[in-house]
């Protein structure tokens, strides 16, 4: 199982998003950091709120955020 995990730009992309997040918090080992990165730019942006909803429905926790609307990363952790 790993420690840190990353997303950046890339959760827009995958059709089963929610499947995907509980793939990667099942590779998580407990205390394990998920840290999921998004840009207004990216044309499939995701928004805060939206990732959020995702991860907790998988059972992550939030831990920390750095950013705005424009560009931020959330950092989500498996208790």
């Known amino acids: 199982q790993a420690d840190r995990a990353v997303m950046a730009a890339v959760l827009g ?5 929610a499947a995907a997040l509980q793939e990667v918090y ?3 080992k ?3 950091i998920l840290a ?3 840009t207004i730019f990216d044309p499939h942006y995701q928004r805060k ?6 991860a907790q429905a998988a059972g992550f926790e939030e831990v920390a955020f750095n950013g705005n609307c424009l560009a931020y990363t959330v950092y989500l952790q498996k208790p």
């Open 13 to 17: 992309e995958i059709t089963q998003q």
């Open 26 to 28: 099942a590779a998580l």
């Open 30 to 32: 407990p205390g394990g």
């Open 36 to 38: 999921v990165a998004e």
């Open 49 to 54: 709120s939206h990732v959020l909803d995702l």
